[in-house]
């Protein structure tokens, strides 16, 4: 089966993430493709009502206290065929703190769930947690808007990216003594992850190859939401640019959905933007940009296999 | 490869093929002069003011090498040296290294051509 994972995530609230989301299912769903949206915003879900949902049992959360069997069981129909949701659990606190062995457990179920298409929701923020979520799909989307707020924290969400990737890699490959370097090397300046490869390859060419390598493989797609005239579009590919060059990644612009007035006024009528303004710009942009993603096999498949998660 | 942005070469620093056109070329400058001006909110939070500054100064650099025909078809000789150039279409220059474009005679005549050296006459 051609399974698909994708994640949704960025570094800052508000930016229209779970919007997205619901939008690729909705849109997905439509096309006759099975599609299963699971709100992994551990700290604060709200999916569901963007799909004019209410929060009821089960969730996510009676998956990760084992109350049902498997992810398959935690999933609910809702009104639109083919689209299926596991929803936010409503006990918070709890599950906004997982612990890592019902998070290798969650990411082992949406690796076996047989569902073509799995969307996750992430929550902002760069906690271990949602950047594992992050990198564990491919592709990941960072949701970013055009204010600079957005953009210093779509740079500083994607650096801890990278860091996680290095570590996760340095890790698996025993190389402890790397990591509190790289830390303090990478907190100094722009050009500083080129700085710590830089000497990591004068130092030991083949741990400077795998990391190396291993950056590369980590090649997240990126799209502007809530965007008002040209300049906001081009702002996109300019980050793309520039985290081409600086953060040394590969970094592809899937486009930009146009900021809709009537996106706030659907959620306030509890119904799904996507379903009630089909022929909007915004949901115009929304499918281009699911069409993008389909066919970024080719782009995807030269990311490594599968990071194989260390044991805490 | 790892490369600091001072060792990109014209192509990779407007992020354009080295077989890109005239006007790809002016698009990729349009587009990085927005990227780079001063005040530009892509860089926020990540590149500082010297910095900008500095890969500013390099863009309008390479535009105008790359944008003369003459200064290009230098500037592209002298980067074959040191980093040859395969195009995913043609592997077999692979064995050549030098530009062979423009210096491979046209292809008018290719079917003539091949006639008489294929068919001798008696």
């Given at each position: 089966m051609d399974k698909r994972i994708w994640a949704i995530g960025g570094?800052?609230?508000?930016?229209g993430k779970s919007f997205v989301a619901a939008s690729l299912g909705l849109h997905l769903a439509s096309l006759d493709r099975r599609v299963l949206l699971v709100d992994?915003?551990?700290?604060a879900p709200n999916l569901h009502t963007l799909l004019g949902i209410r929060a009821s049992h089960p969730d996510l959360g009676d998956f990760l206290t084992n109350a049902v069997p498997s992810l398959e069981s935690a999933a609910v129909e809702t009104p639109y065929r083919n689209l299926r949701i596991v929803k936010g659990s409503e006990n918070i606190l709890f599950i906004a703190n997982l612990n890592h062995y019902r998070k290798l457990r969650l990411l082992r179920q949406l690796r076996q769930i047989e569902v073509p298409t799995i969307i996750l929701d992430l929550g902002t923020g760069s906690s271990f947690n949602t950047l594992d979520f992050f990198l564990s799909a491919n592709p990941g989307v960072v949701v970013a808007t055009p204010e600079p707020t957005a953009v210093e924290n779509t740079y500083l969400f994607l650096k801890s990216c990278i860091m996680r990737v290095l570590k996760l890699y340095m890790d698996h490959y025993k190389i402890r003594d790397l990591h509190q370097k790289m830390l303090d090397q990478i907190e100094?300046?722009?050009?500083s992850l080129y700085g710590f490869f830089k000497s990591l390859m004068e130092s030991d060419r083949a741990y400077g190859t795998i990391l190396y390598r291993a950056l590369r493989g980590f090649r997240p797609c990126l799209v502007m939401n809530k965007t008002r005239d040209e300049r906001d579009v081009l702002l996109g590919r300019s980050i793309a640019d520039v985290a081409r060059k600086y953060l040394l990644i590969d970094m592809k612009y899937l486009g930009a959905v146009p900021y809709d007035e009537d996106v706030t006024s659907s959620l306030r009528d509890l119904k799904p933007f996507f379903v009630e303004h089909r022929d909007s710009a915004a949901a115009r942009a929304v499918r281009q940009i699911a069409e993008e993603l389909a066919y970024s096999i080719e782009f995807t498949l030269?990311?490594?296999?599968?990071?194989?998660l260390p044991d805490a | 490869m790892l490369k600091r942005i001072e060792d990109w070469n014209y192509y990779e620093l407007l992020a354009?093929?080295?077989?890109?056109?005239q006007d790809e070329i002016w698009a990729a400058y349009q587009a990085a002069l927005t990227t780079y001006?001063?005040?530009?909110?892509?860089?926020?939070?990540?590149?500082?003011e010297a910095e900008r500054a500095l890969v500013l100064d390099r863009v309008h650099e390479a535009f105008q090498t790359l944008r003369d025909p003459e200064k290009r078809k230098d500037y592209d000789l002298a980067l074959l040296r040191h980093a040859p150039y395969f195009p995913a279409k043609a592997p077999f220059r692979r064995s050549v290294g030098r530009l062979e474009i423009e210096d491979?005679?046209?292809?008018?005549?290719l079917r003539a051509r091949l006639r008489r050296l294929l068919v001798r006459k008696p």
């Open positions: 570094g800052k609230g508000g930016t992994a915003d551990l700290g100094k300046n722009s050009q030269r990311t490594p296999p599968e990071i194989s | 354009v093929e080295r077989t890109a056109s001006k001063d005040g530009s909110p892509a860089l926020y939070g990540l590149v500082g491979a005679p046209p292809k008018k005549g």
